[in-house]
């Protein structure tokens, strides 16, 4: 029924070393598959448990320490058949195998290649793209980082075709800066400015709220002029996420020059990353950011209003995330897997592992292939609850660029919308080989549809073991 074969995936995967019942192969166990929950990384990833006799080859080359490499991490992967077809390919984790010398039993553990991303959870990487990281990047980053340090391959599928990418939430008219605009006005004092410059600017790394305001004063006495500026500028970094440039704001009184022009040419050269045209009004690929700027009235002191804002309608969710360490000017590389997380978070994804090891990228609330129909004289044991519902932390946004509460708002209220008044069931179904049943199928019982969220095959009872979700509610 069952066989192990040890392969050299560095020698196109030529088969090394083989176990079979008859040589000793024992108490194999192969965990479920499991559609991760909110946190995304909670699980484990798939398992594989064995003991089998020891022999000469085993000894030689899992047990003796020179055939593994960084971390724990056999040269040599497994693969794992039932019944001649194969059911999961991972690594060797040796901190988790042991030889027992005296009953000559052997026992490993071994994982699919989602352990690697948890081996190495401690990567990091200077996230410095102008056009920011969709979700694949940010884990074909990850995969390439690891298969520098090792040997083993990271083989990673995250085209758009494969996720349908991304997720939408639209949203209309939401204030996502609010400016605190007396407080700025009363830096000129009695006398207001006499101009003001507002608008958008797109930059090589996104939008950006710019504002300039200056008042021009001229000494009878000393016939030189001067002026008091202020100038800043607000990023909008993951769509909805202000950031303010601290090291870019300007706020100071000019030094004297003998003439109107001298001063305005310095002016012009101190003010390079603000002037220009900047429309009150900007559209992008992810909707229009609007503000209500006013030249002439909002600069009189009197009448100026205490707030300004800028509101934004469109897709609230980020197709290119924009993690901290390099945009802020810090020059910091950020952790790889929290990175992860997040671009898995924001957009309803999750990472499984195929039967061949291969890695994908899939949307968790959308179904694959077409829904099998299941005989309820098939049916071994069945039951339908009400889900839990899961309490969403938006916390791990915080390692994105800019002001993420109202992102965090907005991606708690969707999950959970989706995530409560959800049907959860429990079914054992009998004939392993009557059904083919994966992980995110739509599965009919008695006329109602169920997503696959979790999958276990028993082989010795030739049963599957399945969660899955209403999804006709």
């Known amino acids: 029924m069952y066989r192990i074969d040890f392969v050299d995936m560095s020698n196109y995967a030529a088969i090394l070393h083989s176990l079979r019942l008859e040589d000793g192969l024992d108490n194999v166990t192969l965990s479920g598959e499991k559609i991760a929950g909110s946190d995304y990384f909670a699980r484990e990833p798939r398992r594989l448990e064995f003991t089998c006799i020891a022999d000469d080859w085993l000894t030689e080359h899992i047990f003796d320490g020179n055939n593994e490499q960084i971390r724990y991490i056999s040269n040599y992967e497994v693969r794992l058949y039932r019944n001649g077809f194969l059911d999961f390919h991972g690594i ?10 005296r009953s ?65 939430i639209n949203v209309e008219g939401v204030e996502v800066l609010k400016i ?74 000019t030094k004297p020059f003998y003439s109107a022009d001298s001063l305005n040419e310095y002016l012009n050269i101190l003010l390079q990353n ?30 100026c209003p205490d707030f300004k804002s800028v509101s934004f309608t469109g897709n609230a969710i980020p197709k290119k995330l924009f993690p901290k360490g390099f945009y802020d000017s810090e020059n910091k590389q950020t952790e790889m897997l929290p990175v992860l997380k997040t671009a898995l978070f924001l957009h309803n994804l999750t990472i499984v592992s195929s039967a061949s090891g291969d890695l994908w990228l899939k949307r968790k609330d959308l179904s694959e292939g077409t829904a099998i129909v299941i005989n309820e004289k098939d049916i071994i044991d069945f039951e339908e609850k009400r889900k839990d519902t899961e309490i969403i932390d938006t916390d791990i946004l915080n390692i994105l660029m800019g002001d993420t509460q109202l992102l965090q708002d907005i991606l708690k209220e969707y999950y959970e919308g989706h995530l409560s008044y959800k049907w959860e069931l429990n079914v054992t179904i009998d004939d392993l080989s009557k059904y083919d049943i994966q992980l995110f199928n739509t599965i009919i019982i008695k006329e109602k549809q169920y997503r696959v969220n979790e999958l276990k095959k028993d082989s010795f009872r030739d049963e599957y073991e399945i969660v899955a979700w209403r999804t006709n509610v």
């Not at 200077?126 to 520098?148: H, K, M, R, T, V």
Request: aromatic share 16%.
């Open 92 to 101: 060797i984790d040796t901190s988790f195998c042991s030889n027992d010398i």
């Open 104 to 168: 000559r039993t052997m026992r490993f553990t071994c994982y699919d290649k989602l352990r690697l991303l948890v081996k190495f959870s401690d990567l990091k990487m200077l996230y410095a793209l102008a056009n920011g990281y969709s979700p694949g990047y940010c884990f074909g980053y990850f995969a390439q980082n690891i298969e520098d340090r090792i040997a083993n391959m990271m083989p990673v599928h995250w085209t758009q075709s494969f996720i349908n990418y991304p997720l939408e």
């Open 274 to 303: 603000f002037i220009g045209p900047v429309p009150l009004t900007e559209t992008t690929s992810e909707g229009q950011y609007v503000t209500t700027f006013d030249a002439t009235n909002d600069i009189n002191l009197d009448n």
């Open 180 to 253: 605190n605009w007396k407080e700025i006005i009363e830096k000129f004092g009695d006398v207001p400015p006499q101009s003001g410059s507002f608008g958008f600017k797109t930059t090589s790394y996104g939008i950006r709220l710019v504002l300039v305001l200056y008042r021009s004063i001229y000494d009878a006495d000393s016939g030189k002029w001067s002026a008091k500026v202020y100038a800043s500028g607000w990023r909008f970094y993951n769509t909805i996420c202000p950031f303010l440039d601290d090291k870019n704001i300007i706020d100071l009184e």
